[in-house]
């Protein structure tokens, strides 16, 4: 409780002690009003001081439709009517619902807040004499030395100079299997080293690492505000005029109509139901509810290690229809392997690894990668100086120069304009052909490894009534027997990277109307793609800043499965939101209508304002709890 | 040029309230104000000074409802 709560929570007490023995001693000893109603006034104004005074203010400023304004209208009202006790129990009921709706709220904040709590107090940098000294992980400069200790976070990106430790990576993945660094291997901020002391040479400012982003990406997301959330704001700017002017004219013109045609007015009935009308109109149970929910998914997910970077992204994504996935490196690991190499008639196999790995040698793609592996392992090394004019051609591989002779790496269609002619049996997995001088030489079979966790995935997608589709710069074949054995809908394949923009743009003209279409992609290559489909979300993201940037989701480690679990969370939040937004509208007008009819009196109308926001804002809490 | 505030607020309608006046303050451009994290992000227009344009904003912010701070 914070001091405000504590003080607000003392006058509620004090007031309440008060009046019951007021209530008890009148209801023992008769005593007439003059010494009623002043008596009542003491515990009355204790209680309500503040919210006389705020509405005095707001009266000045011409601020009058505010909560203050009513609940002092309401309750002077009561007064005036001689229901003394009615008033001084309403204000007591306002201020405890007030001050349970602000703890409920400062306390879902903070829950909220410690799930996002990665971020690093000090950093122990290291001086020359070897003694360490704690610092602001501000005030490190790059190419400091850092010592993070066992049970410390790691305050700032950079390389391991010496030691050796698990780190637990769950701040940031929401996984709970710990990882193993040691001496060269680069470590990213938020994560906590387990059982070992790190020497870290900071490769970052501390603005700019990995915990410094996505601190700066969760804090920012509740500013990007979903179509629910702009709905409610809008629809507060017009609801409590609208009551209050019903107010005004429930007070008047019943009375007035009952005059003319000559029945007796009954003001004070048309008034005391005005005045429950007045405290109904107060919007803020239906304003709060809806960020808050929000807030509370947004949290969840980045607990699970799903960085969602807006509210408008999670609305989304609860809508989406289609599921786009990009082949390597999303739905597989991206991690190629030789399997097969098949020189042809007059080549052999050394020959042949030797000048694809070095046409191959300034490739940073993951086929070029693999191909060098496998001719390092056969115990040789590549000479780089020996390989000249080295093309890549987007799409279809590489062509170089190797002691004269032309070299070509790549598909089928490089083939083709090689003027090749390839024999070569179709194993499973991605074929890669040389040609020499036009010639061709062979072909060398890679395989991608399907992630574990891929077809899970896909089937939870499937059951949560997703399409999914696979795009892969991949063969047919290839592609066809990964989408058979992951249950993916619909496949296409053999594109360039220029075509998957114009794939997904394809996709988006055939979806349905108000549904999304989401892309998942590794953040790598795949910008464009990402920004261009309705919901972007990377994968694999930890210490990748560039797909932080491009995507909206942004997964930080490389499960699939994440996917599903967001687009649950995503789907049970909007469901609290539109629950809230029912119950508190529903409740509210309900009211309304029972108080213009006379049925509800003050006690269900405070109930409509105070009771709805808090059993409003537990269910938004409901968000952060979604498995 | 966009900066962050931190602010003080009870209650969601309130706030609604607030980054309204924010946003109607000259030299504003737009504001968003997020009640879970009490934070403001404002917009300013090119060439306005983000401290005096604050200012104004915090007048008129106290103007609607005196049980508020934004802390410059």
Redesign the interface.
Known sequence: MTPKQRKTLIRIIVAFVITAGLTVTFHLVEVPWWIRVPAYLVPYVIVGHDVLYKAFRGICKGQVFDENFLMAVATIGAFCLSECLEGVAVMLFYQVGELFQSIAVGKSRKNIAALMDIRPDYANLLAEDGTTEKVDPDDVEIGSVIVVNPGEKIPIDGVVLSGQSLLDTAALTGESVPRHVAEGREVISGCIALDGQLRIETTKEFGESTVSKILDLVENSSMKKAKAENFISKFARVYTPIVCYSALALAVLPPVARLIFGYPANWIDWITRALTFLVISCPCAVVISVPLSFFGGIGCASSRGILVKGSNYLEALADTGTIVFDKTGTLTEGVFVVTGCHPAQGWNRDHLLSVAAHAESASGHPISLSIRRAFEETGRTVEPEIVSDIHEVAGHGVTALIEGKRIAVGNERLMLKEGAAVSCDQPEGTVCYVSVDGVFAGCIHISDVIRPTSGEAMKSLSAQGIRTVMLTGDRTEVAKRVAGELGIHTVRSELLPGDKVSEVEKLLEEKEKGSCLAFVGDGINDAPVLSRADIGIAMGAMGSDAAIEAADIVLMDDDPAKISLALRISRKTLRIVRQNITFAIGVKLLCLLLGAFGIANMWIAIFADVGVMVIAVLNAVRALKIR | MKKTYKVEV???????KMADAIRATEGVKDA?L??????V?VEFEEGADPDTVMQAARANCK?????MEIYL
Do not use: P
């Open positions: 009870d209650c969601a309608a309130c706030a609604e968003t997020s009640f879970m994290t009490l934070k992000k103007k609607i409802e005196d049980d």
